[in-house]
C-alpha cells in the first residue's frame, strides 16, 4: 500500500547520462530519458509494437528508439516514426509527470491530471552555495514503511550501527514525536556528551575546540509520501544545544528519500547535507563512504525483518515509546492512502 | 501452446555420447541414449521404482541402468533386470519416438501411434557432400513463437545486430510474404548494395570479385512446428540477383530449429548450411563463431521481451507491415494446434 | 507430514558458540543459545517488538539481546529488558524444550507439555570413553523420508557409490527386515568376501590379518522420528560373524539423524561412531572426510529424485523387495502420525 498520486525521487540525472534507465517506481515499470530540450521524460518500459522493454534502446534526437525493431517513441509517448511504417495506428503509451529539481529527478507514478510540480518536496540547502551534498542509493528487498520506521526510531543506532555512530547516550535520552498536519517530528536531545569522533572532526573543521562536553541533537522529520530528513549536530555544553549561535555549534542534514519499487522491496537515497567546509570535497566523499558503509548495515536487518513479516503474516508488530516517530508516519499514511482509494472509488 | 503430435529437433548425437542426455521436450522430461543397435532411444526420465532421473544413469550394452538402485530399462520403456528382484510387475515408462536424421535427433513428445518418420523434415542439404554445415544450441527463457517472429521479420537486424550484420539497406527494403498451406515466406531484396564483410570474403572465397555492387536477398521460410529456413546470398549486380548463374552468386542457409522446452522457455538450435568452400574446416568453425556471437545478442532482447510480456499479460502486441511473416506464422501454428486439440476431444 | 511431539538432533553445541544459532525445525524458526546457566535454550526466532530475527542479535549474561532495538528476551521466551521501555506487556514467544545431550542439541517442535527428555534417543557409545565420534551437517533439498529411504536400503551402494564402498556383493546378498514396535531393521550379511578398504586398515588398526577372507555386516536400525542407526564390520570368515569374539571382528555404527527443514528439505547430520583405535585423532579426521565425500553423493541424486517426485506428483512409488525397510519405516511413521493428528483433534 503505497500513495501513487505524489512525487516520489525516481533516480539521479547521471543514472540516465547516454542511455535510458529502466526503473520500477511503485509497481509501475518506467524508463526514463531526456528530450530534445534536455528534459527529463518518463515513459512505460514497453514498446508498444511487440512489449520489447524501451530501456534497452537507445537516445537519438531526443527520442526513444526501440532496440529491438526501431520503433521510435516521443517524449510524450506517442510514436514519432518506424521503419517501413507508417506510424498513426501506434497506440501512444503511458508519460509519466517527471521533473528534473534539486539534483533529482522526481516521477508522479498516479493520475498525471493531479501532478503539480509546485509540491514537490522543496530541499533548501539544495540550490544554495552554502551547503555541499553527498549521496548514494540503495536497494533494499523491504517494504518502505519498515525504512520509515528505521529511520524515525535512531534506538536502533546503538545496535545495529554498535561500532560506528551508536552511542550509550542515545538510548538512555526519550524520544519526543510531534504531529503537525501531515508532519511528523521526532527529536532527541543529548546533554553534555563527549562528541563522537565525526563530530569531533566537525567541530575542529569550524574553527570550534572538540575536547569539551557537547549538547547533541538528532530530529527526524518525516513528510509524505516517504521522505525522511534528520538534522543532526552538536553545540558547546550550555550554549542553547540546537537553538545555539551559529559560531558555537556544528550542524547537518541527513537526507533519505524512500521510493517504492514494489510492496516490499525500496530505492533508498541517502546522503548528507551540510553547511561546513562546502568546498571540500574530500570531506564530502569521506562522509559519503562513511554513510554509505553505516546505512548498508541496516540492509541485512531490514531484509531479516520484512522476510519474517512475510513467515507470520498475522503477528502484529509492538508500538513501544520508541516507536511513536514510525507509527505517527503510518497514521498519516494510512489516512492519506484512505484518500486517495477514496476519491478514486465512483461516488 | 505448442503441437504435440509433430516432429522436433531434441539433441545432437554429440550431446549423449558415453552418457544419457536430459532434456525437457514440449514439457515432457526425457532422457535420450543409444540402444544395443546404435539406434537413439527417448524415454521419460523418470525410473519406475522410486523416481529417479533415469539421465543419472549409465548406459549399458544398450540400457539404461538407473544410477540409484541399478533398475534396467530397455529402449521400449520396460524393465528388463533389477539386482535381487523379478521385474515383471514394473510397470513400463513412456517411450517417445525418436529418429536419427540430418545429424539431428528428432523426437514426437505427442501420440506414439501417429509419428511416421516419413514426415520429418527434409534437410536436403545436410547428407550432400556439396555443402557443409556447422551450428550450435542456445536455452532462451522466452515462448517459442517470440524466436519465430524474431526470424521472420529480419528488420530487428539493423538494430539488435547494429555492431554485426545490421545494414540500413534492410529496412528500407520492404518485405514481402506469402502464404502456402503450412509454410510462410517472407522475402526481402537489396539492389546494388556494397557487399558486408562476410559477404565479401565469400565471394573471393569463390573466385569473384568483391569490389563491385551487389544484390541481396532474405528469404525466411517457415514450417510447422517451428523451423525457420534462411536462404541468404549474394550475387553481382544485374546477373540475375537470386535466380543468378551459380558462377555469378555466392548463397548459404541459416538453419533454425526452435524446439520448445516450456511454454516460456525453447531450445535454439542454430546454425549455417553453405554450399562453397564446402572442404575448409577453419571457415566453418569461423562461420559457427561468428554467428554464435551475433545469435547471443537476440538473447537479451529475447528474454527481457518475454519478461515484459508476462508483467502486461492483457496487452495485445501489434501486427505491421514487418511482422507479416511471424503473424503468417503464428496463424499457421494456431489452425493447427485447433486440430490437434479438436481430435483430442471425445466426439 | 512429519511428528512434532518427538525428539529431533537440531544441532551440535559448536554452532552457537559465541552467537545465537537461528535454524528451521519441522518448520519452526527457531533460534538456539545459552542461558546464564549455560543450560540450552531454543526461542521462536521472531522479536515480539518488530519481527526482526532474534538469530542476529547477541548474547550477553545469558540472556538474547535484539540487534535491531535491543529488547532483551530470556531463555523463558519472555522480555526481560528494553531500553527507554516498560516491558510488562510486551508478550512472551514461543519456548521450544531443548536439551543438550550425546553431544548434540535435541529439541521439541511440538506441543512442550509432552515433551520428556526422558524419552531422547539414547546413544550408547556418545558418552563411552571406548568409543569414538566424528561426523558432520549437511542440508538436502529432499523430503526426509526419501532419506531414510534411501539409508535403510544400501543396494543403492552398488551404484550411487561405485566408486567407494559400493561392492558387487552387497546386491547379491538380499535383504531381511524386520518390525519390532517402532523400531524396523533391516540387514544383510556377506560371507566370505574380500575386505574393502577401508575395513582391511581397519582390521590392520586392531592387530588383526587383513589379507584373509571375511564375513561383512551392514544392520539398519530405524527409529522415530527419523534415526537411522547402521551397525557395519567384517570378521575373519568363519569366527561367528556379527557375533564373533571382539579379538576376531572390528566394526562401527553409521550415524544418521534425518531433521525435517521443511516438507522438501532437511538437516541430515551423519557420523561414525567406533570402538576402535579410539583415541586416533587422525583416524577420526580421515574417516570423517572419507564418509562426507561419500555421502555427498548420495546429495544430486536425492535432490534429483525429490524435484522428479514434484514433476510426476500422482505417480506411486513402486515397493520392491529391497525396499522393504524404507517401506516398514514409512509404516511406523504413518501410523504414528496418524496418532498425534487424532489427538490434537476435538473429541
Not at 540525472?13 to 526503473?23: H, I, S, V, Y
Not at 509546485?118 to 548514494?136: E, K, M, N, S, V
Request: net charge negative; glycine share 10%.
Amino acid at each position: 500500500m503505497f500513495l501513487k498520486n505524489t512525487w516520489y525521487v525516481a533516480c539521479t540525472p547521471d543514472e540516465f547520462a547516454g542511455k535510458p534507465l529502466g526503473r520500477q517506481i511503485c509497481g509501475e515499470r518506467m524508463v526514463f530519458f531526456r528530450d530534445a530540450d534536455g528534459a527529463v521524460a518518463a515513459l512505460e518500459d514497453f514498446c508498444p509494437h511487440r512489449g520489447a522493454p524501451l530501456s534497452l534502446g537507445t537516445v537519438r534526437d531526443g527520442r526513444l528508439v526501440c532496440g529491438y525493431h526501431g520503433l521510435t517513441m516521443g517524449a510524450d509517448g506517442k510514436c514519432t516514426s518506424m521503419p517501413c511504417q507508417r506510424v498513426g495506428g501506434i497506440p501512444a503509451i503511458r508519460r509519466y509527470p517527471a521533473v528534473e529539481r534539486h539534483g533529482f529527478v522526481w516521477v508522479w507514478p498516479g493520475d498525471p491530471a493531479q501532478a503539480d510540480p509546485a509540491t514537490i518536496h522543496r530541499l533548501h540547502w539544495a540550490d544554495d552555495p552554502g551547503w555541499a551534498y553527498g549521496g548514494g542509493l540503495y536497494h533494499i528487498d523491504c517494504d518502505y514503511r519498515l525504512m520509515i520506521d528505521n529511520l524515525m526510531d535512531l534506538t536502533h543506532e546503538t545496535y545495529v550501527h554498535a561500532s560506528s555512530i551508536g552511542q550509550p547516550e542515545i538510548e538512555e535520552a526519550p524520544p519526543a514525536t510531534k504531529v503537525n498536519g501531515d508532519t511528523v517530528t521526532t527529536s532527541r536531545f543529548m546533554e553534555g556528551i563527549v562528541p563522537p569522533p565525526f563530530w569531533a572532526a566537525a567541530l575542529r573543521g569550524n574553527g570550534l575546540a572538540d575536547d569539551v562536553r557537547c549538547d547533541r541533537w538528532q530530529i527526524c522529520h518525516f513528510t509524505p509520501p516517504s521522505h525522511v530528513m534528520i538534522e543532526v549536530g552538536v553545540a558547546h555544553a550550555g550554549k542553547g544545544g540546537y537553538h545555539a549561535d551559529p559560531r558555537d555549534k556544528v550542524s547537518s542534514i541527513v537526507v533519505d528519500f524512500i521510493t517504492p519499487e514494489t510492496e516490499t522491496s525500496i530505492w533508498y537515497f541517502w546522503g548528507m547535507a551540510r553547511s561546513f567546509a562546502v568546498d571540500d570535497r574530500a570531506l564530502t566523499e569521506t562522509i559519503r563512504n562513511g554513510q554509505g558503509a553505516i546505512f548498508a548495515e541496516d540492509l541485512d536487518m531490514l531484509e531479516a525483518q520484512q522476510r519474517n513479516l512475510l513467515r507470520w503474516p498475522d503477528r502484529p508488530l509492538l508500538k513501544l515509546n520508541i516507536d511513536a516517530g514510525g507509527v505517527q508516519s503510518r497514521r498519516v499514511l494510512d489516512r492519506l492512502i484512505d484518500q486517495e482509494h477514496a476519491v478514486a472509488l465512483p461516488c
